[in-house]
C-alpha cells in the first residue's frame, strides 16, 4: 500500500487527516520530491507515553515513503508550557529536569523512527540550542513585531484561557506561539523545513509559525494537523485505571501496556489499527472482516495490541506480555518467569495466607477453597473439586483429599487457584 499511496491519500484513508494548509498545493509539493517536516514534543516527562504516538507514527510513515522527519525535543517550548488544551498553567520545570527528560526520551524515539539509514534519516533536534542565545530585547525585534496582539488573542487556545476568569493565562503561555513558530521559521532557513505537523489543537501554533515564515524569509511553509483522539464513549484516549500509559516499561509494564491495547472498545478498534498500525489496508479490511463476523474472537483487538507492543517493546517482550495474558485463560505455567506471573497479581483478587499453613502433611485444598474465599464451607469445596470444577496453578484437580505443600508453591510463594472459568484468587504465602 506505501508504494501506491502518496503520503497525504495514506493519511486521508487511515483518518489521521485534521486540517491542512494548502492541501492541493502541499500535495503536489509531496509529489515532486522529499519534504522535510518537523513536529515537536515538550520533554514535560522522563517518558513518551501513547498519547503522543499519533504525530510520532506520522512523522515514520513520511520517512517510509522517502521524506525527513525531524523530532523536535522542545527544550526551551518545554520550559515554558504550551496552553493549548489547559485549563491552567504547567508547573515549570528545571532546565537539568529537561535535558534529563530528552535523553530519555530520545531512547525511546529510536523505536519510533529510524536515525541510521543512509537515505533519510531522522534528526532529533532540541529548540534550546537556538533559542537560548536569542537575548529578550533581540525576540521582540526579530519575532514579536511580527505579530499583533489581536491576532494572537483571535486564536482558540489563547482566547479559551482568557475566557477562564479564575486562572486566566499568563504573559509566559501567552509567548509560547512566539516561541514555536519560531522554531518553524528557524528550522525552514536552517534545514529547509517545510512542513510541521502536530494535533489539532495545534493549528493556532502552526499557522503562526507559517505566517511567520512567509513574512521574515518570503517563504512558503505548511502545515497539517492530525485528530485528537478520543475514545468511542468520549472519554480520553491514553488512559487506563492506573493513570497515563507510558512507553517506558518501568512506568508501564509490557504486560500493562499489551492489556491497554487488547481492553480497547469494539467500537474503536479498527480505528486504531489504523491509527497506531503499519497494517495495509488489505490486512486491517480483512481484520474488520472477521470482527464484524465474529466479535468474541477478539482477532483484531489481538491484531492491534500485538502490533502496537511489537514496535515500542518489540516481538520477545510481546510474546512475554501475551503468555502472561494466557494465564487467565487456563494457559501452561511451566517455564513462566516469576515478573511474568506477577504481572498478573494485581489483575485478580488476592489473599496472604501464613506459610506455616504447609508445614508438615500440608493444608487440604478444600481449607484452601474456603480460605479464599472460592467456596462457603468445606462441604461446598468438596463438591467443586469433584464436580472438576477447581483448578490449581491451571491444572484441574478431582481429588478432594489433596492437600498443599511447600512444593505446589509458585516461586515458593504463590498459590493460583481457579473455580469454573473465570473465577481466580491468588493466594500469597508470608
Same mark, same amino acid.
Given at each position: ?31 515532486? #520530491? ?41 527544550? #526551551? ?44 534519516? @531522522? ?36 482566547? #479559551? ?9 499568563? *504573559? ?73 500509559? *507510558?512507553?517506558?516499561? @518501568? ?45 468474541? #474472537? ?6 492491534? @495490541? ?125
Amino acid at each position: 500500500m506505501l508504494g501506491r499511496m502518496t503520503i497525504l491519500e495514506e493519511l486521508q484513508w487511515r483518518g489521521l487527516l485534521a486540517d491542512c494548509t494548502d492541501a492541493e498545493v502541499l500535495s503536489k509539493r509531496v509529489a515532486e #520530491a522529499p519534504i522535510t517536516l518537523y513536529c515537536g514534543f515538550d520533554p514535560t516527562a522522563d517518558s513518551l507515553h501513547v498519547g503522543n504516538l499519533v504525530p510520532l507514527l506520522a512523522l515514520r510513515r513520511f520517512q517510509l515513503l522517502g521524506h525527513h522527519p525531524i523530532a523536535l525535543a522542545g527544550g #526551551a517550548t518545554g520550559s515554558i508550557g504550551d496552553p493549548s488544551g489547559r485549563t491552567q498553567e504547567r508547573q515549570l520545570l528545571s532546565h537539568e529536569i529537561l535535558a534529563h527528560n530528552i535523553s530519555r526520551v530520545k531512547e525511546q524515539l529510536k523505536r519510533l523512527l529510524d536515525f541510521e539509514t543512509s537515505v533519510n534519516p @531522522a534528526r532529533l533536534m532540541d529548540n534550546a540550542v537556538w533559542t537560548a542565545p536569542v537575548t529578550f530585547l533581540e525576540f521582540l525585534r526579530d519575532v514579536g513585531r511580527f505579530f499583533s496582539v489581536n491576532q494572537m488573542v483571535a486564536k482558540e487556545s489563547v482566547r #479559551a484561557r482568557m475566557e477562564d476568569r479564575e486562572s486566566g493565562i499568563t *504573559y509566559t503561555e501567552f509567548s509560547y506561539m512566539l516561541l514555536q513558530a519560531f522554531d518553524f521559521c528557524h528550522l525552514c532557513r536552517e534545514h529547509n523545513c517545510e512542513l510541521q505537523i502536530g494535533g489539532s489543537d495545534q493549528w493556532g501554533n502552526i499557522t503562526a509559525g507559517i505566517d511567520l515564515t512567509r513574512k521574515k524569509l518570503g517563504r512558503t511553509v505548511f502545515g497539517l494537523t492530525l485528530p485528537l483522539i478520543t475514545n468511542a464513549d468520549g472519554t480520553k484516549f491514553g488512559k487506563s485505571l492506573g493513570g497515563a500509559v *507510558y512507553l517506558d516499561p @518501568a512506568k508501564t509494564s509490557v504486560y500493562r501496556f499489551y492489556q491497554f491495547w487488547i481492553r480497547t472498545d469494539d467500537r474503536d478498534v479498527i480505528r486504531y489499527l489504523k491509527y497506531f498500525t503499519f497494517l495495509t489496508q488489505e490486512e486491517i479490511a480483512a481484520l474488520e472482516r472477521q470482527h464484524n463476523e465474529n466479535p468474541g #474472537a477478539r482477532v483484531a483487538h489481538k491484531a492491534l @495490541a500485538k502490533a502496537a507492543t511489537d514496535l515500542i517493546h518489540g516481538p520477545d517482550a510481546t510474546a512475554e506480555a501475551v503468555r502472561a495474558s494466557e494465564i487467565l485463560f487456563g494457559g501452561e505455567l511451566q517455564g513462566v518467569a516469576e515478573s511474568t506471573f506477577n504481572e498478573i497479581v494485581g489483575e485478580v483478587p488476592t489473599k496472604d495466607i501464613a506459610r506455616t499453613e504447609f508445614d508438615g502433611a500440608g493444608k487440604p485444598l478444600v481449607e484452601i477453597l474456603v480460605h479464599s474465599g472460592l467456596a462457603a464451607s468445606k462441604g461446598q469445596g468438596r463438591k467443586d473439586i469433584e464436580g472438576g470444577g477447581v483448578y490449581l496453578n491451571n491444572i484441574r484437580e478431582t481429588n478432594f483429599q489433596r492437600a498443599i505443600g511447600p512444593g505446589d508453591l509458585l516461586f515458593g510463594k504463590h498459590l493460583l487457584l481457579r473455580k469454573g472459568k473465570r473465577n481466580y484468587v491468588v493466594l500469597t504465602a508470608r
